[in-house]
């Protein structure tokens, strides 16, 4: 019978020589010069792998400090990403055995960092839990990792050397002119995050501009930095559920990283209600991240949905082109922004190490663990193209047709 490690090894073996693997009773294998050491620190470690699906035992191993890796995570899943562990049932019963028997399939305390989220999914009440879980974090942890302009989504960068602050500026503006924003207009924001958004309209286009968030936290955050900024007159984020918004119209809407809250079913009904919103001439940009294609189920029970997004889903931008073109816009412009995305998120994770003793300090070992995993994770998944990011821009077309959208796009090449 081989040490612990030996039977981790010959798994991990088949596929690539790049790991060595360390196991918490001294034994070891796999080349010493490795780029990725996988550390097994202690028994527990093997029973999430045997108990969970997926990549979800590996996942709760890690974030519970049972597994680590030594040296760059986003290395290591580089590394690793594409190998197909597969074992044969000879080879894993010999696996049960030197790693534990029985007392393997014991199922070990689910962390209690994961979601647990009541009632149904996509209602009110359900959505404010699963916003609250991930955004209602620490206003001081996301300032840490995502800098002075606390904005939580794809960056567009102009140069690729262009700094974080500078490719949000550089978002936000895009969306400003893709929207035709001017003086005196009004602008919607919903999802608005920190305000981000809404404090770009108001203070560079002068536009009177609304946002809507459903965590409590940003919504505290934004006023003070709106009062703080003098753009008060100017520019208010709400704690309020988009659904819940005055039978009222603006003449933009923007909705920057927040379709993929809504749910894959509810999106006829949520592009039906923003269609509504909008005055005949006016145009909606729609930013999220995207499914590859449209063909790719909704995935319920991963690490992310459990630790970083609860409820959250993801579709095809062909659905979400579908579902706006239903509810009666016309698209006039798509854009895929998925190496921009990998950009943004490597600069959070660096903000992140950065910041990482007091991250540590403010929301746990745990949690800090979670969202190193999570940055590492997406950065590489938007790299090799498993997911995207798009922009969909769309207009409510006048009663006789007229679009008021230029003849060709007029917002520059960023």
Same mark, same amino acid.
């Given at each position: 019978?081989?040490? !612990?490690?030996?039977?981790?090894?010959?798994?991990?073996?088949?596929?690539?020589?790049?790991? =060595? /693997?360390?196991?918490?009773?001294g034994?070891?294998?796999?080349?010493?010069?490795?780029?990725?050491?996988?550390e097994?620190?202690? $028994?527990?470690?093997?029973?999430?792998?045997?108990?969970?699906?997926?990549? @979800?035992?590996?996942?709760?191993?890690?974030? &519970?400090?049972?597994?680590? /890796?030594?040296?760059?995570?986003?290395?290591? +899943?580089?590394? @690793?990403?594409?190998?197909?562990?597969?074992? $044969?049932?000879?080879?894993?019963?010999?696996?049960?055995?030197?790693?534990?028997?029985?007392?393997?399939?014991?199922?070990?305390?689910?962390?209690?960092?994961?979601?647990?989220?009541?009632?149904?999914?996509?209602?009110?009440?359900?959505?404010?839990?699963?916003i609250?879980?991930?955004?209602?974090?620490?206003?001081?942890?996301?300032?840490?990792?995502?800098?002075?302009s606390?904005?939580?989504?794809?960056?567009?960068?102009?140069?690729p050397?262009?700094?974080?602050?500078?490719?949000?500026?550089?978002?936000?503006?895009?969306?400003?002119?893709?929207?035709?924003?001017?003086?005196?207009?009004?602008?919607?924001?919903?999802?608005?995050?920190?305000?981000?958004?809404?404090?770009h309209?108001?203070?560079?286009?002068? /536009?009177?501009?609304? #946002?809507?968030?459903l &965590?409590?936290? =940003?919504?505290?955050?934004? =006023?003070?930095?709106?009062?703080?900024?003098?753009?008060?007159?100017?520019?208010?984020?709400?704690?309020?559920?988009y659904?819940? +918004?005055?039978?009222?119209?603006?003449?933009?809407?923007?909705?920057?990283?927040?379709?993929?809250?809504?749910?894959?079913? =509810?999106? $006829?009904?949520?592009?039906?209600?923003?269609?509504?919103?909008?005055?005949?001439?006016? !145009? +909606?940009?729609?930013?999220?991240?995207?499914?590859?294609d449209?063909?790719?189920? /909704?995935? !319920?029970? #991963?690490?992310?949905?459990?630790?970083?997004?609860?409820?959250?889903?993801?579709?095809?931008?062909?659905?979400?082109?579908?579902?706006?073109?239903?509810?009666?816009?016309?698209?006039?412009?798509e854009?895929n922004l998925?190496?921009?995305?990998?950009?943004?998120?490597?600069?959070?994770?660096?903000? +992140?190490?950065?910041?990482?003793?007091? &991250?540590?300090?403010?929301?746990?070992?745990?949690?800090?663990?979670?969202? !190193?995993?999570?940055?590492?994770?997406?950065?590489?998944?938007?790299?090799?193209?498993?997911?995207?990011?798009?922009?969909?821009?769309?207009?409510?077309?006048?009663?006789?047709?007229? &679009?008021?959208? $230029?003849?060709?796009p007029?917002?520059?090449?960023?």
């Amino acid at each position: 019978m081989g040490t !612990r490690a030996d039977a981790i090894a010959r798994v991990i073996a088949r596929n690539t020589d790049q790991v =060595q /693997v360390t196991v918490f009773d001294g034994s070891r294998a796999g080349p010493p010069d490795a780029p990725v050491r996988i550390e097994f620190r202690s $028994p527990r470690a093997f029973s999430y792998l045997a108990t969970a699906p997926s990549q @979800l035992g590996l996942a709760r191993a890690f974030v &519970s400090g049972d597994i680590d /890796v030594d040296g760059d995570l986003y290395t290591a +899943l580089s590394t @690793l990403a594409g190998q197909k562990f597969t074992v $044969p049932l000879a080879e894993q019963v010999r696996l049960l055995r030197e790693l534990g028997g029985v007392r393997l399939l014991r199922r070990p305390p689910v962390p209690p960092q994961e979601a647990r989220l009541r009632g149904r999914v996509h209602s009110k009440a359900r959505d404010r839990q699963a916003i609250s879980h991930h955004y209602d974090v620490s206003n001081k942890f996301y300032e840490w990792l995502l800098g002075p302009s606390m904005t939580y989504t794809c960056a567009v960068y102009p140069t690729p050397t262009a700094t974080l602050e500078e490719a949000q500026f550089a978002k936000h503006d895009l969306v400003a002119r893709k929207l035709a924003l001017q003086p005196g207009m009004r602008l919607l924001d919903v999802g608005c995050g920190w305000g981000g958004m809404v404090m770009h309209a108001a203070r560079h286009y002068g /536009v009177k501009a609304l #946002g809507v968030t459903l &965590s409590r936290r =940003q919504a505290e955050w934004a =006023q003070k930095a709106i009062a703080e900024a003098g753009l008060s007159d100017l520019a208010e984020v709400r704690h309020l559920d988009y659904r819940d +918004l005055p039978d009222e119209q603006f003449d933009a809407i923007s909705s920057i990283g927040l379709t993929e809250h809504v749910g894959v079913r =509810q999106m $006829p009904a949520y592009f039906a209600f923003l269609y509504r919103r909008l005055r005949p001439g006016g !145009r +909606l940009l729609n930013h999220c991240i995207t499914e590859p294609d449209n063909r790719t189920p /909704v995935a !319920r029970n #991963g690490f992310i949905r459990r630790y970083i997004f609860p409820d959250g889903e993801l579709t095809g931008v062909g659905r979400i082109i579908s579902d706006m073109h239903d509810a009666g816009f016309e698209v006039r412009h798509e854009e895929n922004l998925r190496e921009h995305y990998a950009m943004t998120t490597a600069a959070w994770a660096a903000n +992140l190490d950065a910041h990482w003793e007091e &991250s540590v300090a403010e929301v746990g070992l745990a949690k800090a663990r979670a969202w !190193r995993l999570y940055l590492a994770g997406v950065r590489l998944g938007f790299e090799r193209n498993q997911i995207q990011l798009h922009q969909v821009l769309g207009v409510r077309l006048h009663a006789n047709g007229r &679009s008021d959208m $230029p003849l060709r796009p007029d917002w520059g090449g960023v």
